[in-house]
């Protein structure tokens, strides 16, 4: 193994949600590990921008949205230490047998079972402080989402959000925690398993993008702004597109065809009600409640009862001049119920020849049909609670980027083993969101943490 100041045991390139846990993980467990973020790091009680501009310009990829191919999809991930665990909206949920049973369909992988996770979904859970959304938090919106399920006969449960000692009692407004959270309150990596693993020696590089690999016998370089790295093993963990991108651009594609394949987002619409007096959803707990109906859960789709902050609204609904104007004064009467559908993993993560992300992902014709229940049945419960108009947002838009190195059995149709190694390269690991078979239709984070955990256990007994 080669000795210098700028070798390490591991290098894990991304420290966002699945970076975060196994750069813990593998420093506590006696491995020196160096942290290697594209993103800048932010001090939360410090420095977080506060504006909506600039928090979206600076936390988030290409100044705050990407698109596929035919810009008829948008993209959105955190970029900064910590990640999507930093700009999300922190809500976490196991998965389910029926999203197990499909991922161990497609890939021949045997852990894929929620009694095989649970280990590890338990360990995830006692590293963060986890709150169901009580009901004296819930905002207006919240309301008439319960409400609206209600009186459509669906099923719905509380939100469970990773926060500590949120102060909502004293008026804290969690749509603001979009940008990061000011009182690290949200259990994000960067709020809980960073600094913890910097407490115990992890080193932390910003500014950081990993460009390219190169895979040795002995060691695996890595290039990035801030120099060259060798490790004895690289954890790529920049997300569906940030680890995939690395591999293409380190010239995989040869060796691994299903590098790229498998993409998924579950594509999401905001709905938006208008109401003849404020709602105000942006005040209080952003989330509240969410459907748990069987029947949605079998037609592919789910709702959660969310917001914006302005300027997202003012772009996803794409008005100009007045009409925009006459629009944005209704936002504090504004309720707003989004879809989310389990999509078909048919996307392809490429890159051009400079290395740019080429993202091609359309909505096949099942995706739309889900889609089209799904806005059906907001729109229902949105009139039953006394909407004075129901407007549904035309561009669908991805939070959960999934697959580009799906895990499998076979090194034809998946890039990492199930071991989490990159297949024939063991010094490579994967266990972020680009593993992920196809679309499991749930919240994915908590499941990252959990097959992090996984991973970083595996590679520890070695
Ligand atoms: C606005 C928003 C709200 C969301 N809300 C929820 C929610 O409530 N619940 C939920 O379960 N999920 C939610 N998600 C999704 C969730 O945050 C992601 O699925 C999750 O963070 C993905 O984890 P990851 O480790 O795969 O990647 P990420 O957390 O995205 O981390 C990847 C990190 O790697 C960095 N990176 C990328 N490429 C490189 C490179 N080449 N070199 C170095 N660093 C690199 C990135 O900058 C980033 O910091 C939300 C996402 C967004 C954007």
Redesign the pocket.
Known sequence: MPTSTSHFDYII???????GVAAWYLQQAGARCLL????KYYKPREDFPLPEADYTAQLM?GGGIEYNTRCDLAF??????????V???????RFDDVAFDDWKAASGVPFFSESAMEPHYDFAETQIALEEIPDHHRNNNAQLFIKGMENCGHVWKPLRRCQSDCPTDAGQDCIAC?GGCHRNSKQSTLATYIPKAEALGLEVRDY????QLEYGKDAVTVH?PRGVFTADKVIL??????ST??LLRSGFRAKLPALGRNFSMHPQAMNLAVFDEPVDSHKGVLQGAKSLDPGFRKRGFKLENVFAPPIAIAVLFGRVGLPLQDFMRKYRNLACIEVAVRDENTGVIDVDKNGRLHIEKKMTDQDRRRMRDGLGAVKAMLESVGAKQVIQCKMAFG???MGGCVMGTDRKTSVVNPNFEVHDHPRLCIA???IFPNAPGI????T?MALSHRMATTQAAQ
């Open positions: 390139a991304g420290s966002g949600t699945s970076g290697l973020e594209a993103g990829w959105i991930r955190g970029r900064c230490v910590g990640g999507g665990s700009v999300n909206a922190a809500l976490m949920d979009l950081a993008e990993v460009t990035t963990a920049g997300g569906a597109f940030g991108q690395v939070l959960h980027l972020d969101s680009s919240n994915p984070a908590l990252i």
